[in-house]
């Protein structure tokens, strides 16, 4: 089935250019061009079907208000069924056009809805769009009262359908429902852009850069037009180039054209430091007369698998990472970019990862917008989870590799497409299509397709492989890259006691300890940054996996400070215990204290009293981890000075060294007695758009800021002002911490959100809610 036939059968016009990606970008628009006009405000919601629902007249005043991104139904952080969201709802939102889309075509572009969305318009079907992870767009234009009042109505089901993917048989995570993620509509001429990949070229020797304009022409095009490409740093123009558009007929698919700038000079390379990013914007024009516009922020830089790794602008670059899913609890996927954006921070400049992966379907474009900024690298897979369905199951996967890559092929993060589903069994006609989909659509970027077994037939540019094993197999094929481990075979819990958080910390180290061994190891992504829900026949028992070196509520265990230790010391100098300071929070009693570090030399010292006494020196431990830059160091606290008696108890301080001079040193407490409540936004500021969200921890922690892993107690929480609450209330502490999100209303203030703890006292934050501009439609 080609591209024309899929979309046909799914009902959305290829016109819609959803797939574009900068469609979906903040409201725009002005004289001539295009305009672009959000859709996340003033839906009405009904979380089941209604008699004459779709028709413009339906009274909806008793559905509830709603604003995109929108959940289907709120739901527990844990031990939840499935079921419970599998359900078909109905949303309704209401809307009059401005005078200036007389005359043009009108479309409702779709980021991201689970599961399957059928679309009306003033009682008109539209089709139906199969998938909840990728871009879909239908035309409005032919059904649409320019004069007066419209309706769109979309029919959400949520249920795990086995016509799409990733259904079909088990998966190993949740799906939820909804409108997801955000929608806009397009107000485009007849002729219009309706995609750019901005393709940098011998960025290492003489930059240059090849813009690829596709032009739809849904009316004929009698006289010709001119595209004008501006290559700018900020504000400032590096250069500009043209092409000619000659007179077309209307015609169902795009036509391309190249608009090539030739040498350009003074170009900084997109890195992992500094990611430097220009914005391409490209103008079509009738003479001098604007007809449309449209940009794209793109970097120039050169990533490529080799037998010897991963190299980046030349430079061999050894890979540490993790994967993710985006969901959150409460809301499942229904998070805005703010708090998808906050997980790249947390992954590349919190914890010192330099890729991820977005297991396993396409995830929110803030999340890559942030990788951009922050230097992440980005392996982006189709959905799917093992199971291959029949020809129409895998003609939607063929179209979402597509989507994935027409919407996001100008992030200069994303170095490798993912077109196999994951661990699947091979399958050689289905993986040719969707690698030669890959490859047709941008020549610029290999691929790979994530396996579980050796001999799996290798059709894609990187043999990607998830290695639970100890030892990791050696590598079978030239380009190689570990996609996953550890993970499943020993699942993680913050309340858990130091032996288990002491051996996670080593699975991972000692992985990346063996990938430092061999240059032929590309590196690894480990399974997996976040603790996720999953169904009943997964996970412990409580529909969660506890599978992340942070758990859901984005707070690190002891293994999440590997990551962060792996870092040069001019970036952060790290120390990060991989224990609770305790006697007996493990077998018999505390024996090896393992602290992750970039320090060269450890001193560890006892509080007697009122003295300090050092107990023990330490270089890193070579013997474990001989390969890594940053190893771990292991105290053996059986033997201290050599006695193989216990050491007296007390408060213990580390302090940290390089070439001699104390650098850090961080302090635990002996007492075993919770000392201090703490409330912690992530940010003091937020836009009143009724979406807008911030997480806010909280911690109890001993006097020096520690967090107290058994301290379980239950915080009541206080709101006050234009926002609301994500989360339980009261919200019962897990491994001594926790989370809930606020977000704002569509109102301005002042947010403050009380936490009562019972024994501790209250803490109060204060958030600021900024004005935001009514939506247009």
């Known amino acids: 089935m080609d591209r024309r036939d899929f979309m046909k059968t799914g009902g959305a016009l290829l016109a819609g250019a959803a797939v574009g990606g900068k469609v979906f970008a903040e409201e725009q628009g002005g004289a001539g061009g295009r305009m672009v006009l959000a859709m996340n405000r003033g839906w009405r919601y009904s979380p089941k079907f209604v008699e ?43 809307f009059r056009l401005p005078a200036e889309a007389k005359g043009k075509r009108v479309f409702v572009d779709f980021e991201g809805v689970m599961t399957a969305s059928t679309v009306w318009i003033n009682g008109q079907r539209l089709g139906e769009y199969k998938g909840g992870y990728t871009p879909f767009s239908f ?6 009262n320019f004069d007066g009042d419209n309706v769109l109505a979309v029919d959400v089901d949520s249920t795990e359908r086995p016509d799409i993917p990733p259904f079909g048989y088990q998966i190993d995570y949740l799906t939820f429902g909804g409108i997801y993620r955000e929608v806009s509509l397009r107000v485009v001429p007849g002729t219009f852009i309706e995609n750019i990949f901005a393709q940098p070229k011998d960025v290492m020797t ?11 022409h849904l009316e004929a095009l009698r006289e010709g037009l001119a595209l004008e490409a501006t290559l700018l740093d900020g504000n400032t123009v590096v250069a500009k180039a043209t092409q000619k558009v000659p007179a077309s007929a209307a015609s169902a698919e795009p036509v391309s054209h190249v608009v090539a700038f030739g040498k350009l000079n003074g170009i900084a390379l997109w890195d992992l430091k500094s990611p430097k990013l220009y914005t391409v914007k490209v103008r079509l024009l009738s003479g001098s007369q604007l007809v449309d516009e449209d940009t794209r922020r793109i970097g120039f830089r050169e990533a490529q698998f080799t037998d010897h790794g991963f190299e980046l602008n030349g430079k061999v670059i050894k890979l540490r990472g993790l994967d993710r899913h985006q969901t959150f609890p409460f809301v499942g996927q229904a998070m805005p970019g703010r708090v998808q954006q906050r997980d790249a921070y947390v992954l590349r400049k919190q914890y010192h990862c330099n890729i991820v992966r977005t297991s396993h379907y396409p995830q929110s474009r803030h999340f890559l917008d942030a990788c951009d900024e922050y230097g992440l690298l980005v392996l982006e897979e189709i959905p ?6 029949d020809l129409a199951w895998q003609d939607i996967s063929v179209d979402n590799v597509s989507r994935m890559i027409r919407r996001d092929w100008n992030h200069p993060s994303i170095v490798l497409w993912g077109v196999r589903i994951n661990e699947s069994p091979d399958n050689h006609d289905f993986y040719m299509r969707t690698n030669a989909m890959a490859h047709k659509l941008d020549p610029t970027r290999q691929t790979g397709g994530i396996r579980n077994f050796p001999g799996s037939e290798l059709l894609e540019d990187v043999f990607t492989v ?10 079978n094929h030239p380009r190689y890259l570990n996609t996953e481990f550890v993970g499943h075979t020993f699942p993680t819990k913050t309340i858990d006691e130091n032996e288990r958080q002491r051996e996670h910390t080593i699975r991972h180290a000692r992985v990346h300890n063996q990938l430092a061994s061999n240059a032929q190891y590309a590196g690894g992504i480990a399974w997996c940054a976040f603790d996720y829900n999953t169904h009943y026949d997964f996970g412990s028992g ?14 690190p265990k002891c293994a999440a400070g590997f990551y962060k230790s792996q870092c040069d010391p ?10 609770h300071w305790a006697m007996g929070d493990e077998s018999t009693r505390f024996t090896v204290a393992m602290v992750c570090s970039n320090c060269d030399h450890l001193k560890f010292f006892v509080k007697y009293g009122d003295d300090w006494k050092q107990i023990a020196e330490l270089d890193p431990d070579r013997e474990q981890f001989k390969n890594l830059k940053y190893a771990p160091f292991s105290l053996n606290l059986t033997n201290i000075d050599g006695d193989d008696t216990w050491l007296k108890w007390g408060n213990l301080r580390i302090d940290g060294y390089l070439n001699g001079k104390q650098v850090i040193s961080k302090t635990l407490s002996g007492l075993g007695v919770d000392q201090k409540f703490a409330i912690i936004a992530d940010d003091h500021e937020l836009d009143g758009d009724g979406a807008d969200t911030t997480r806010v921890v909280l911690r109890v922690t001993d006097e020096f800021g520690a967090i107290r892993p058994y301290a379980n107690d239950p915080i009541v929480l206080t709101l006050e002002g234009p926002a609301e609450l994500i989360g339980d209330n009261p919200f019962g502490l897990i491994g001594g911490t926790g989370a809930v999100w606020v977000r704002a209303k569509e109102e301005a203030g002042t947010v403050r959100l009380t936490a009562k703890h019972p024994r501790l006292g209250s803490q109060t934050v204060e958030i600021a809610i900024r004005p935001v501009s009514a939506e247009s439609v």
Do not use: M
């Open 466 to 475: 998830n290695d639970f094993g100890w030892p990791l197999r050696a590598p």
């Open 384 to 389: 799917g989870w093992q199971h291959i369905g």
């Open 570 to 579: 001019e970036e952060e100098i790290v120390l990060e215990p991989a224990f």
């Open 542 to 555: 409580d529909r969660i996996c506890y599978h992340g070196v942070f758990d859901i509520f984005r707070e």
């Open 52 to 94: 004459g629902g779709h028709e413009a007249g339906f009274d909806d005043s008793k559905f509830d208000r709603v604003v995109v991104p929108h959940t289907n139904i709120p739901l527990p952080w844990h031990a939840f069924d499935d079921k419970d969201y599998e359900f078909v709802s109905l949303y309704r939102r209401k």
């Open 206 to 216: 003489s930059p240059s850069l090849d813009v690829q304009c596709f032009v739809q």
């Open 139 to 144: 035309e409005l234009t032919p059904h649409l």
